[in-house]
Nanobody, 121 residues
């Protein structure tokens, strides 16, 4: 069973930085795409950043130039370095993995449990 476990959320002042990490486990051979989504209260979940196995990236316009996504393909982890944080970045951040090849099957769209990021003075 594929599982995603996130870490690194918390409270930070405006202008500060946080680094989120997500580790995937469960007899994984490879993962096509890993990324981060976020959901603020009263809003829909939205893509923050994603990276494919060919290192192609996709960022939300609102985070371009401030957030950096990276992957460790050997460890099946994905990280999100968040800099120059703004109050509007406050949300629950979810790790996502798609097209996961395991020793037994191909699996799709797995989500982590979410980690809270709060940007406030």
């Amino acid at each position: 069973q594929v599982q995603l476990v996130e870490s690194g959320g918390g409270l930070v002042q405006p202008g500060g930085s946080l680094r989120l990490s997500c580790a995937a486990s469960g007899s994984i051979v490879s993962i096509y795409k890993m990324g981060w989504y976020r959901q603020a209260p009263g809003k829909q979940r939205e893509l923050v950043a994603s990276m494919t196995s060919s290192r192609s990236t996709n960022y939300a316009d609102s985070v371009k130039g401030r957030f950096i996504i990276s992957r460790d393909y050997a460890k099946n982890t994905v990280h999100l370095q968040m800099n120059s944080l703004k109050p509007e970045d406050t949300a629950v951040y979810y790790c996502n993995a798609d097209r996961i090849a395991t020793q037994f099957s191909m699996e799709y769209e797995h989500w982590g449990q979410g980690t809270q990021v709060t940007v406030s003075s």
